[in-house]
């Protein structure tokens, strides 16, 4: 069974940057395709970024590319999020996400079968 924890979450202001991290446990996260959501209550959970097994894939929402960038640590068994030029609109509950059966994860959330509990970033005006 994977275990997911994430840590790092804040409060922000608009401008300012934060690094979330996701502690795996349970199965190495080089065999995981791992990714980043978003949720803010009453909208469904967002994709946010994407980093496959081997780390050399990536992919972005387009309200955060350029300004997140996803990473991994296979050695520490930890999955990285660094959210620079944060805006109000980034404000949310941060997951993140695995699933062992590919081998990059992609957007669907529903594709996901591993979860964090999540962290709160909130990025004042």
């Known amino acids: 069974q994977v275990q997911l924890v994430e840590s790092g979450g804040g409060l922000v202001q608009a401008g300012g940057s934060l690094r979330l991290s996701c502690a795996a446990s349970?199965?190495?996260?080089?065999?995981?395709?791992v990714g980043w959501f978003r949720q803010t209550p009453g909208k469904e959970r967002e994709f946010v970024a994407a980093?496959?097994?081997?780390?050399?894939?990536?992919g972005y929402a387009d309200s955060v590319k350029g300004r997140f960038t996803v990473s991994r640590d296979s050695a520490k068994n930890m999955l990285y999020l660094q959210m620079n030029s944060l805006k109000f609109e980034d404000t949310a509950v941060y997951y993140c996400?695995?699933?062992?059966?590919?081998?990059?994860?992609?957007?669907?959330?529903?594709?996901?079968?591993?979860w964090g509990q999540g962290t709160q970033v909130t990025v004042s005006p």
């Open positions: 996400a695995a699933r062992g059966d590919a081998y990059y994860g992609g957007a669907d959330s529903k594709m996901y079968r591993y």
């Open positions: 980093i496959s097994r081997s780390g050399g894939d990536t």
């Open positions: 349970g199965r190495t996260i080089s065999s995981l395709a």
